[in-house]
């Protein structure tokens, strides 16, 4: 029922036979979601290094992470990104595509138009792969050695400092196990294993599950906001009862 309500808006704004009639808008697509995609990927890394050097370095934070790193970093994010979505796009958009051209996707996304191309797509697949390696795995493994220091200075303090320490780091990590598990196995599988009806599923949890989730999740480790929700639940309470 969700698949098919979000598969009919889709199909009013994008229809899926728009890569031979639309082959800019489609190339847009795949950019902009490229692009988007891979950014969350590498500031979700750089999120991590920021909690590392917060909670195993903070007398040393004003320098590690000042204003220049810190615009520096951002830049590099998005100038990598934007490489790694104009070479993929470049790419997907060359390919020859014969028979069917509809596209049994949401949106123009690489691992379905790859269906539709009737040449030999292995040496465009291990492009991708390496390219997922660079946006993913080195990410993760960021990620992974940032939380893992962590972790060892977390078990050194007392239990308040532990209890703020996790708080600052939970948040971030439901952010991480979701969008970069389901973007990994998206990506990172041969096209003979993908099936349309299993993509546009996964495809839901890295492009608007995440989006929709993060205010919640992230705003909720705020006192003020939780503080603001009790007073809220209490009025209702309070009208329920009346």
Not at 151 to 175: E, F, G, I, P
Not at 210 to 227: G, K, T
Request: glycine fraction near 6%; include cysteine; charge should be positive.
């Amino acid at each position: 029922m969700v698949n098919g309500l979000i598969l009919g808006i889709y199909d009013n704004h994008f229809p899926l036979d728009s890569l031979p009639e639309e082959p800019a808008g489609c190339g847009a697509q795949i950019f902009l979601s490229l692009t988007m995609g891979g950014a969350e990927c590498l500031l979700l890394a750089v999120m991590a290094y920021d909690r590392y050097v917060a909670i195993c370095n903070p007398l040393q934070y004003p320098l590690l992470l000042s204003k220049r790193v810190c615009l520096g970093l951002t830049g590099g994010v998005w100038i990598g990104t934007c490489v790694d979505a104009l070479i993929l796009t470049a790419s997907t958009m060359h390919l020859p595509y014969c028979g069917s051209k509809k596209i049994n996707h949401f949106f123009c996304e690489v691992p379905a138009l790859l269906k539709l191309s009737c040449s030999d797509t292995s040496q465009y697949e291990t492009l991708l792969f390496v390219c997922s390696i660079v946006m993913f795995l080195i990410p993760s493994s960021t990620i992974l050695a940032s939380y893992a220091r962590i972790l060892a200075a977390v078990l050194r303090m007392n239990s308040t400092r532990q209890q703020k320490a996790l708080a600052t780091c939970s948040s971030h990590l439901t952010v991480v196990g979701m969008f970069y598990g389901t973007a990994i196995f998206m990506y990172m599988r041969p096209s003979s294993y993908h099936s349309p009806e299993k993509d546009k599923i996964l495809s839901l949890f890295y492009t608007i599950v995440p989006p929709v989730l993060n205010p919640l999740i992230y705003s909720l480790r705020n006192r003020d906001v939780l503080r603001a929700l009790r007073k809220l639940f209490g009025k209702c309470r309070v009208f329920q009862q009346n």
